[in-house]
Nanobody, 124 residues
Framework: QVQLVESGGGLVQAGGSLRLSCVAS????????MGWFRQVPGKEREFVTA????????YYADSVKGRFTISRDNARNTVNLQMNSLKPEDTAVYYC?????????????????WGQGTQVTVSS
């Protein structure tokens, strides 16, 4: 069993930055790929970014490419999401997720564990 706890959400003005963190406990952190998804009320949860456990390959949604950066610190069992140049349309609840797979990481169903989510609000 893996427990994921996100932190770092909050309110920021458009153009600002936030850094989300997700700490994992339980199974060996290096055994799973990590991803971030986000959800707006009334819409489906969408892929944001992921980092593979196999070779630390990273994947980004087109909407965040060049603005967001995912990284992992295996020594601290943590995955971080640096979000720069934030836009009002980035407003959502952001979820951290863990997957035992190293492929198809853009697909929500490939993830085995989920955090409780953290709210990010970007004001215009």
């Amino acid at each position: 069993q893996v427990q994921l706890v996100e932190s770092g959400g909050g309110l920021v003005q458009a153009g600002g930055s936030l850094r989300l963190s997700c700490v994992a406990s339980g199974r060996t952190f290096t055994s799973y790929s990590m991803g971030w998804f986000r959800q707006v009320p009334g819409k489906e949860r969408e892929f944001v970014t992921a980092i593979s456990f196999s070779d630390s390959s990273t994947y980004y949604a087109d909407s965040v490419k060049g603005r967001f950066t995912i990284s992992r610190d295996n020594a601290r069992n943590t995955v971080n999401l640096q979000m720069n140049s934030l836009k009002p349309e980035d407003t959502a609840v952001y979820y951290c997720a863990a997957s035992y797979h190293y492929y198809s990481l853009r697909v929500e169903s490939m993830y085995n564990y989920w955090g409780q989510g953290t709210q990010v609000t970007v004001s215009s």
